[in-house]
Structure formats: C-alpha cells, structure tokens
C-alpha cells in the first residue's frame, strides 16, 4: 500500500470515527454496526502497513479513545434503564414489606384476569 492509499484509508477512518461520535451522542445505537464493520476492516488495513506516519495515527487514535468513553457511557446508561425497568416490574407484581420484628409480608399488585360470570 502506498503512503497516499494509507492516507487515504486514514482519513477515510478518520470520518468514520466522527459519524461514530455523531451516532453515540445523538443515541443513534442502530447506526453503529454499519460502522463497526467498516471501521474494522479499514484498521485491518492500516495494521497491514509496515510503517504509518505516528503523527497520522495520533489524532485517529485521540478519536478512538473519545469514542471507546463515549461507547463506555451509552452501555452504563442502556444497563441503568434496564436496572429501573427490572425494578419497575419487580414493582407492580408486588410489595414486600417487613414488620418491627423483622418479618417479611408480601402484598401482591397483580389483578386478576379471572373473567366472572353473573347470573
């Protein structure tokens, strides 16, 4: 590969980090395997390179790490709204209350279904 293909395939990178970027603050999720893939296959491409130009790399690099806490958040924040969610249904199946001497009563929520006939 040359020294201008390998600049090409950088900037190329390059751009892909920032749609990245653009897709994780805007909680766009769905659009990130589409670039996971392409972004793969460019780093498979530069790491075939004998020698890359470290001050090319460096701000590809910066991106990366930006993205990776980036992508670090989004997982904390998808794992808190399913923690709440789980929460909220443990929630409406019931409540678990204890008495003075340490008792556990459970009070369940759940009305029943049962269809009843009158005459």
């Known amino acids: 590969m040359t020294e201008l ?12 980090l920032e749609l990245e970027r653009e897709a994780l603050i805007e909680g766009k999720l769905d659009k990130l395997q589409s670039l996971l893939e392409r972004k793969d296959a460019l780093i498979s491409d530069l790491n075939m390179l004998d020698e ?16 990776q806490l980036l992508l670090e958040s989004a997982m904390q924040g998808i794992r808190s709204v399913a923690n709440r969610m789980q929460e909220l249904r443990r929630v409406r199946k ?11 009563s459970s009070y369940s929520t759940m009305v029943s279904k049962k269809l009843e006939k009158r005459a």
């Open 94 to 104: 019931g409540l678990d209350v204890y008495d003075k001497s340490g008792r556990k």
């Open 52 to 67: 890359l130009e470290r001050d090319a790399l460096e701000t590809v690099h910066n991106k990366v790490s930006r993205n």
């Open 5 to 16: 293909h390998a600049q090409d395939k950088i900037d190329e990178l390059d751009e892909i």
